[in-house]
């Protein structure tokens, strides 16, 4: 995935997931819940993501662990881009 999407999803995370901690500061495979994103900012993070990306994430893909880190996240954007294509 190109920085350029890891950048955007950090911005994404960074102004919506709430959590005590800088984005910055984690590792793209740590678990975002454990670094004290809420399930309520996790669906603040899912609209902001549906946004900047211009898409849409199907009802399987609302899960914990789709939103639990960077890297997650990437993968389902990755898939639902493959979708689209």
């Not at 984005?23 to 994103?37: K, P, R, S």
């Not at 902001?48 to 914990?64: G, Q, V, W, Y």
Request: aromatic content about 4%.
């Amino acid at each position: 995935m190109s920085e350029t999407v890891n950048a955007t999803i950090r911005t994404v995370v960074r102004d919506h997931a709430r959590l005590p901690v800088d984005v910055d500061t984690l590792a793209d495979d740590e678990d975002l819940f454990a670094a004290g994103m809420s399930s309520h900012a996790s669906v603040n993070v899912m609209l902001a993501l549906e946004d900047a990306f211009d898409l849409e994430f199907p009802d399987a893909m609302l899960k914990r662990s789709v939103f639990e880190s960077i890297t997650a996240i990437e993968a389902a954007i990755a898939s639902l881009r493959e979708l689209a294509a």
